[in-house]
C-alpha cells in the first residue's frame, strides 16, 4: 500500500476524536477516523449486524441542526442510490443517532487523487487519461439520470488499491437546472473548481461538472491548478475572466490534443463546453485515440509533489460577489494557497512582487468600479426587486412560508401531473426560482397532483384504428391486438380492451385490444366428397377453401377430399380457410400368398403388408390352423388397407 493509502487508512492519533470506538445507531462501530472535509467527516467503521468493512460519514454537529444542511447531507445518499454504476461509491444506509447524522457507504481501501498528486505532482498522460475516463463514466451515469455533482475535485475521486477508480460525495446534488438554495447572495462549492456559471449566479447543469473535470485534468497534466491566488476572492475572479491555460504553457511538450480537450472542457462560456460527461468522454477517447504511445508516456518535466494545504479546497459557502479580501493574518494560512509551478524565465515575465502589486492594484480598481455602478443602479431600484427563493420539490406550505420570508405573495396556485415530483409538492414557479421580481410581487405556484391517471375508454364496438386514435386521444398507447368469439359484436371490431373500460392506468400505459371473431362456426364433415360438394358445403357455412397442391393415397377415391384442416367439428370464424388435400386413389400393394401357411403366421404377413385380415372357419375349420383359401390370390394387388379374408380348414 502506497504512502498516501496508509495515511488514508490509519487513526490519527494525535486526534482525540470522540466517536473513534463508539457504536452508531446501534449497528456501526467507529474503528478509525479517515478523513475530514468542510460538511462532514468520514470514519472507517465495522457493521456489527452484517460483518462488513464499511465508510462511516457522519455530519459535523453543528451543521446538523441546520435543516437545509441536513436536507443536503440525506439527498447524498437518495442521489447515489439511484447510480448503480461500478464507478460511483455505493450508498447502503442513512440514519441519526442523536445528534448525530450519518451514511453508511462502501468502503474503498487505497487513496484519493489529491494523495496521488500530492505525492507524485503531475501525472503522464496515460495515468491521467486512466483516471479521467472512469470518472467521466460515473458522472455520465449521473447526468444522464438528471443529476449534477457540483463538487468534483479530486479529493472526491478514490482510488483502490486494485486500482479501481470511483466517485464519491454527492452531497451537493442537484437536479438538473436549478438553483442553489442556501444563503442568497453565495454559493456551495470548492473555489478551486467552480464554474463562472455557478460564481456568478449559482446555476448547476452537467457542464459545470464538464468545467471541474477540465480543472482536474489540468491539474493531472501539470501538477498545479490553472487559477492559484492569495485568496478565494482572487480565485473567483480568474475563474469568471480567464481561461484556463493550456497545459502545455506549464509542461511543455504535452501533445495539443490534451490542450484542446482541456479548453474545450474549462470553456468560459458554458454553451461551448461539451453538453455532458458523457460528450467530453467520447472526446477524451477521441484523443487518446490520435496520441502515440510516446506522447502517452511522457514524462512531465515537473512531475515531483507540490506543497499543498491539508485545509485547502474543503466545500464551503463562498460568496458569489468577486472582491478584495483582507490579507490573513500573519502564521494564517489561506485557503487556497498552493506552490506555483515553476515560473518561465525572468526575461519573459515581471518579478513576482511586482506582478503581484499590480494585478492587486488592477482587481482593486475594477472592484471599485464595480462598486461604484452597482451602488448607482441599487440607488435607483435595487431595493426595489428581490430574487424568487427555491421552492421547487416544495410543500405548498414550505413554499408559501418561503415566499413570504422574502416578501412576497402567492399568486395562484395550480395543480398538474407528475410522474418524477410527489403530490402536493412544487413542481414549478412562475416566474422561476431566481428570477428577479418586485418587491411585494406574487409568484405563481403549480402543485403537483402525483402520476397522471387516465379512465380507459369503452372501446367496445369500435374499428381497431379508430379504437387505437380514441387510445391516443386519451394519452394512453394501443397495445397488443388479439382475436376472439363473439355473438353480439360483429366480426373486425373491437368487444374489450384488457385492462377493461374504467380502469385508472398512468398515462402512457399500453392498453391491449380484443377484436371480434364474429359469432363461431362449425366447420363440416367433408372428407370423401367430391371437391365440388366440399366447396359448397364449406361456403354454406361461410368459409373459404383452400386446395393443398399435394395429393396423397387414400381410402378414397382419386378426386375425392381426403383431409381437410381444421378438422370436423372445430369452431372456426366466418371467413377463415379450410384446407382440402385431395386424393390420388388408394395405394396398391401385392397381396402375399399364405395359402398352407398357419393362421397366425399368415395374419402376421398380410398386416405387415399393409392389409386387414379376417377370419373365415365355417363349421369345418372351428379347430383347424391351416389356411386353405384367401380373398384375394397371392401376387394380385388390393388396396392398401383393405381387407383381405383367409379360409380355415
Known sequence: MSAAARRLT??????????????????????????????????????????RVLALKVMHPALAADASFVERFIREAKSVARLAHPNVVQVFDQGTDGSYVYLAMEYVPGCTLRDVLRERGALQPRAALDILEPVLAALGAAHRAGLVHRDMKPE???????????????????????????????????????APEQIEHGT??????????????????????????????QVLYRHLHEDVPPPSAAVPGLAYELDDLVA??????????????????????????ALGADQLDAVPPQAVAVAHDASEDRTSVLPRLVAPRPEPPAGEESLHRTRRLPAPPAADVPPRTARHRRSLFSLVAVVLLVLGVGTGVWYINSGQFTKVPPLLTKTEAQARQRLSAAGLEVGRVRHAHSDVVRRGRVISTDPEPGARIRSNGSVVLTVSDGPA???????????????KARLRQEGLEPGMVTRAFSDDVPQGFVIRTDPGAGTERHAGSAIALVVSKGSPVEVPEVTGDDLEDARQALAEKGLKVKVAAQEVNSEFDAG???????????????????????????????VPDVVGDGVDEAKKELRDAGFQVEEDRGLLGLFGDTVRDQSVAGGDKAPKGSTITITIR
Open 264 to 289: 474545450a472542457a474549462s470553456a468560459r462560456a458554458p454553451e461551448h463546453r461539451p453538453p455532458d460527461a458523457v460528450a467530453l468522454l467520447a472526446r477524451v477517447r477521441q484523443a487518446r485515440a
Open 453 to 467: 391517471t387516465v379512465k380507459v375508454p369503452d372501446l367496445k364496438g369500435y374499428a381497431p384504428d379508430k379504437a
Open 156 to 194: 472526491n475521486v478514490l482510488i483502490g488499491d486494485d486500482g479501481r477508480v470511483k466517485v464519491a460525495d454527492f452531497g451537493l446534488v442537484r437536479a438538473v437546472d436549478t438553483v442553489t438554495d442556501h444563503t442568497a447572495g453565495a454559493v456551495l462549492g470548492t473555489v478551486s473548481y467552480l
Open 560 to 590: 375425392q377430399v381426403a383431409r381437410q384442416s381444421p378438422a370436423a367439428g372445430s369452431r372456426a370464424a366466418g371467413g377463415d380457410t379450410v384446407t382440402l388435400t385431395l386424393s390420388k386413389g388408394p395405394e396398391m400393394v401385392e
Open 10 to 51: 490509519r487513526v490519527d492519533t494525535t486526534l482525540q476524536d470522540p466517536l473513534v470506538g463508539q457504536v452508531l445507531d446501534g449497528r456501526y462501530r467507529v474503528d478509525a477516523r479517515i478523513a475530514a472535509g468542510g460538511m462532514a467527516t468520514v470514519y472507517r467503521a465495522l457493521d456489527t449486524r452484517l460483518d
Open 204 to 233: 448547476a447543469d452537467p457542464r459545470v461538472d464538464v468545467y471541474a473535470c477540465g480543472v482536474v485534468l489540468y491539474e493531472m497534466l501539470t501538477g498545479g491548478k490553472p487559477h492559484q491566488g492569495d485568496s478565494p476572492a
